[in-house]
């Protein structure tokens, strides 16, 4: 089955720096990939997602870049505020004709005041 | 609209016990899919109902089981409760199973704690 792993496990940044993380996927088929915030006590709230037919998909400070070559999609946060503190998962989709996801470990982000 | 809405938030069972999670879709969604989520697997996918038809199942064993019903509400269902079996349960919605524009929406998730 698809296996989608997350780089890095933790991160932390500055605020107003930008924060970038990367996921690869292992099932070529995959064709789309959301990515959602888990803060704590929570359930996962989607950010946004992209589908295979496009590279780069930007709703105002993040975006999310996709390399079907390579097998890999990216979450950008610019401009990041305190109230992006929280644990980011990637997930991709691979079987047609069903919502079956497989989730990366998750990030956890910081930003630092 | 109202979100992905699950019953009840917490519980805390025995070991041996069973447990009934219920999981109510945003509404006109016919899709619902059930995760666990622990620290060690992170979220791990248990199985899809669309439809009242399960679409896909995860690799749990047949302790977990769960069913839909026809206003589109799940419940999930454990017997036997082990204690790995202490997770965050979530459930997601989504308009169809699978479909070229289908988002999935989770819910608050049901914290299930086995003693």
């Known amino acids: 089955g698809e296996n989608v792993e997350q780089h890095p496990s933790t991160l932390s940044v500055q605020e107003g720096d930008s924060a970038v993380i990367k996921c690869t996927y292992s099932?070529?088929?995959?064709?789309?990939f959301p990515w959602y915030k888990q803060e704590l006590g929570k359930g996962p709230q989607l950010i946004i997602d992209?589908?295979?037919?496009?590279g780069e998909k930007k709703d105002q400070r993040i975006a999310v870049t996709l390399n079907k070559t390579a097998k890999h999609f990216s979450l950008h946060i610019t401009e990041t505020q305190p109230e992006d503190s929280a644990v980011y998962f990637c997930a991709a989709r691979s079987l047609p004709g069903n919502n079956r996801l497989a989730f990366g470990k998750g990030n956890q982000v910081v930003v630092i005041p | 609209k109202a979100g992905v809405t699950q019953t009840p938030r917490y519980l805390i069972k025995t070991r041996g016990q069973q447990v009934t999670l219920s999981c109510s879709p945003i509404?006109?969604?016919?899709?619902v899919s059930w995760y666990q989520q622990t620290p060690g697997q992170g979220l791990q996918f248990l199985f899809e109902?669309?439809?009242?038809?399960?679409?896909n199942k995860g690799n749990f064993p047949g302790r977990f089981s769960g069913r839909q019903f026809s206003n589109s509400r799940s419940e999930m269902n454990v017997s036997t409760l082990e204690l790995g079996d202490s997770a965050l349960y979530l459930c997601?919605?989504?308009?169809?199973?699978?479909?070229?524009?289908?988002?999935?929406?989770f819910g608050p998730g049901t914290r299930l704690t086995v003693l």
């Open positions: 509404s006109g969604h016919r899709s």
């Open positions: 099932d070529s088929a995959s064709n789309y």
């Open positions: 997601a919605s989504s308009p169809t199973s699978g479909g070229a524009s289908d988002t999935q929406y």
């Open positions: 992209i589908r295979s037919n496009v």
């Open positions: 109902y669309f439809s009242e038809t399960q679409r």
